[in-house]
């Protein structure tokens, strides 16, 4: 089971194409190192969506299981994705240009697991949209303030999103990791607000043109 680009989770795939290659490199302290290999084009069998697969392992990487040691399996998936994590999917067209941008280049780090870019990406798309709706301050915790004079925010979103500038504060200026954990919570409160600030207001808009 692999986590899906489109479906919730983890699903069965089904492996389309395998190249497996394998090798053993023979060392001057008289041991031999045995590897494999396996570029897999696979198939998720919920929503059929393709992607690809590298799988590796040697004899010199182990971990330990019920039944003793086994070795260590490394994978990577293209494209790189978080188990439960798909975005906004085709709703980001409702984003002004400069926030899809950011958006997508931030989930794109979530789902590289590459944490610091992460949480320098959120606290852009939080300044992002407070520039795009104009909010007043010399900083970002004065225009989060402003959002909420604004009637953008509620107060208690506010309190949220500088929770947020602080996490982002901490990857921009002390190269700070913060968990998956952490960092999916802070995109979920993210996309909440870009939902309610984008998404809903044009799609009710679109319904009710002709009323």
Not at 185 to 195: N, P, R, S
Request: charged residues 25%; aromatic residues 8%.
């Amino acid at each position: 089971m692999l986590p899906c680009t489109k479906c919730d989770g983890k699903t069965y795939h089904k492996v389309l194409l395998s190249l497996d290659k394998t090798g053993e490199d023979d060392h001057e302290s008289g041991y031999t190192f045995y590897w494999d290999v396996h570029f897999q084009i696979v198939q998720c069998q919920g929503c059929k969506a393709i992607s690809f697969r590298k799988c590796s392992s040697n004899s010199e990487d182990s971990e330990p299981d019920d039944d003793g040691w086994v070795e260590t399996v490394f994978e990577d998936l293209y494209p790189s994705r978080v188990e439960g994590r798909k975005g906004l999917d085709e709703d980001v067209r409702y984003f002004p240009s400069k926030v899809q941008k950011i958006y997508i280049e931030t989930l794109h780090a979530l789902n590289s697991q590459s944490p610091i870019l992460a949480g320098i990406g959120l606290r852009a798309l939080v300044e992002t949209v407070c520039q795009e709706k104009s909010a007043e301050g010399g900083n970002l915790m004065r225009k989060i303030d402003d959002l909420t004079v604004k009637g953008v925010l509620t107060p208690a979103g506010a309190g949220i999103l500088h929770k947020i500038r602080t996490l982002g504060n901490a990857a921009a200026h002390e190269v700070k990791p913060h968990s998956e954990m952490q960092l999916g919570i802070a995109l979920d409160v993210i996309e909440h607000l870009l939902i309610d600030v984008y998404i809903l207001p044009k799609k009710v808009e679109a319904m009710f043109e002709d009323n």
